[in-house]
């Protein structure tokens, strides 16, 4: 390692661990290991059951190091002047040319050529082998294609996760891509190019990649530094990009008259730490609330009581919250979750009963399931194929009130209220407890007003609990995007409300509610508003 790249990798790897806050001593995705690579342009990674083997663009070498310390065990003349993206076999070495866009096959022990074709797509850069076929990512036509090592005849393709698929490479069960724009590596199930869990690389220009049965190794081009990654941990969350924002809660109810409302009752749900958010100490409000009280999903509410309110009067309450508000992403291995059977039976009773938002019985909803989930066993397939269907056959349009789920459903869009009840009811329908989180939520500039709101469900799944999903947000074009809403809560929301619905307080809303009684004629008006403004820590 040159002196000029000493302080830039070791700049990385601790920027990336301070960005890190996790709830176990090791994550997926966390560096546990990490050296400089033999030359300047890293490219191409794969493993060969003993060493790792990696390509360089400027040298047109491929060099065989070493995972303990990164040392060259030997090296060979790469065949073209632009290897890019490595493969092993089991006997030999498949390298990507991306100046003639061929795909060659080399014996490691002498660096004889014995196949070469030409890649069936254009501007070749990842390739991997999956024990029968290999495969090749573009980052001219976003695709990453499965294809025959005899002659490079396409098997099967799908889109990559996001715009510039740069290494590949396969675990036995699951396709690694990293990604040159997002910068992040993200693993793909090859049957479908569904992203199951991504995180984001630990330097700013990833490449490629290899896994070793037990780890993912990434080689980075810009930091010229081999990181070898822990992957598998399971029950875990990130936590990242930490900031500080306080929010005035303001509900407000105004009564036009002539007549009088007799009693009014204001409900304020109370946000508490959850694993996005840490509340810093108790809310305040403008005024003391008449009690405290406990709904049926043990859901705290502020309540405020009001009698005789004439024409002209306004009722005008509010909280406020400060907390450290993080962007939160699970991950979660399908594999590695339990069993219909294994969910407990308090949650189950809580989590699976009907209600006439859901319909579960509903011909729509029973139909849609039959077409998704079949004969699916596995909770986190059942959970995912419901939540295709729904991004399938749904768009987002916010309009009109709150519609049944097969209402909704039938007629294909609806809100980010309507998108939840849709995939609660599916998922309490196939056996998957599921509830709602609302929140209040930040619109661009950290310091914003926020009247719309936001909502989205919660699923529970053996062996990984509460897990938040939204669907509306999810209803994007890319495999990243539609990914992205499954195990992940930006740092852009305060949640305030997690309920099954029907709350006894709030009913079918959040954040706040209201009921009144009125006697003569009267117009009511409500104004519900959520003010944000970030808060500057004075460093010590």
């Known amino acids: 390692m040159t002196t000029a790249k000493l302080p830039l990798q070791l700049l990385l790897i601790l920027f990336f661990s301070c960005l890190i806050t996790v709830n176990a001593s090791a994550i997926t995705g966390e560096v546990i290991n990490s050296f400089a690579t033999p030359a300047t342009c890293p490219t191409g990674l794969t493993w060969d059951g003993e060493l790792l083997w990696l390509a360089d663009l400027k040298t047109d070498t491929i060099y065989a190091v070493s995972s303990a310390d990164g040392s060259v065990i030997q090296s060979l003349a790469a065949p073209t002047f632009r290897p890019l993206g490595l493969a092993f076999d089991g006997e030999g070495l498949w390298c990507v040319c991306g100046e003639e866009e061929r795909i060659y096959r080399i014996l490691p022990a002498t660096g004889l050529v014995t196949n070469t074709f030409e890649s069936p797509i254009t501007k070749p850069t990842g390739l991997a ?61 090859p049957s479908g190019g569904e992203v199951i869990l991504l995180f984001d690389a630990p330097a ?11 780890h993912l190794w990434n080689a980075d081009f810009q930091s010229d530094s081999l990181y070898c990654f822990s992957i598998g941990d399971e029950g875990i969350y990130l936590r990242k990009d930490e900031k500080i924002q306080q929010v ?9 008259g002539p007549g009088t409302m007799e009693s009014l009752d204001i409900y304020i749900a109370l946000p508490h730490t959850l694993p996005n958010q840490d509340i810093i100490g108790e809310p305040v409000f403008s005024a003391e609330p008449t009690d405290f009280l406990l709904d049926q999903w043990d859901q705290k509410v502020a309540h405020y009581h009001f009698t005789g309110k004439a024409a002209g009067s306004i009722s005008s309450v509010s909280m406020t919250v400060q907390a450290k508000m993080y962007d939160t992403r699970w991950f979660i291995f399908p594999e590695k979750c339990g069993g219909l059977k294994d969910i407990p039976k308090e949650i189950r009773a809580e989590y699976l009963v009907n209600d006439e938002k859901f319909d579960l019985d509903d011909p729509v909803i029973q139909q849609a399931l039959e077409s998704c989930v079949g004969d699916e066993q596995n909770p986190y397939w059942i959970m995912r194929n419901i939540y295709n269907h729904i991004i399938d056959n749904m768009y987002y349009e916010l309009a009109g009130g709150w519609n049944t789920a097969p209402a909704v459903l039938k007629r294909g869009n609806g809100s980010c209220s309507e998108y939840t009840f849709v995939f609660i009811a ?22 914003s ?16 609990g509460w897990i938040p999903v939204d669907p509306s947000r999810g209803d994007k074009p890319t495999p990243e995007g539609q990914y992205n809403a499954i195990g992940h809560l930006g740092n852009g929301c305060l949640i305030t409300t997690i309920g099954g619905g029907n709350s006894e307080y709030l009913g079918w809303t959040y954040n706040s509610d209201e009921k009144w009684t009125t006697t003569g004629k009267c117009k009511i008006y409500t104004e519900h508003i959520g003010e944000w403004n970030p808060l500057i820590v004075e460093e010590p």
């Open 204 to 214: 700013p220009y990833a490449d490629g990649l290899a896994w070793d049965g037990q």
């Open 449 to 464: 007003l926020d009247d719309v709101f936001h909502r989205w469900a919660e699923v529970y799944l053996p062996d990984y």
């Open 129 to 189: 082998w999956d024990g029968k076929y290999l495969w090749v990512a573009s980052r001219s036509e976003d695709e990453i294609h499965q294809i025959s090592p005899q002659d490079g005849t396409t098997i099967t393709s799908f889109p990559s996760p996001a715009g510039y698929p740069q290494g590949l490479t396969y675990d036995g069960k699951y396709l690694w891509v990293a990604d040159r724009i997002t910068n992040r590596i993200y693993m793909v199930d």
């Open 248 to 256: 005035e809660f303001t509900h407000e109810v105004r009564n036009y």
């Open 426 to 447: 599916m998922c309490r329908a196939a056996g998957i407890p599921a509830r709602y989180a609302g929140s209040i939520a930040i619109r661009g500039d950290d310091a």
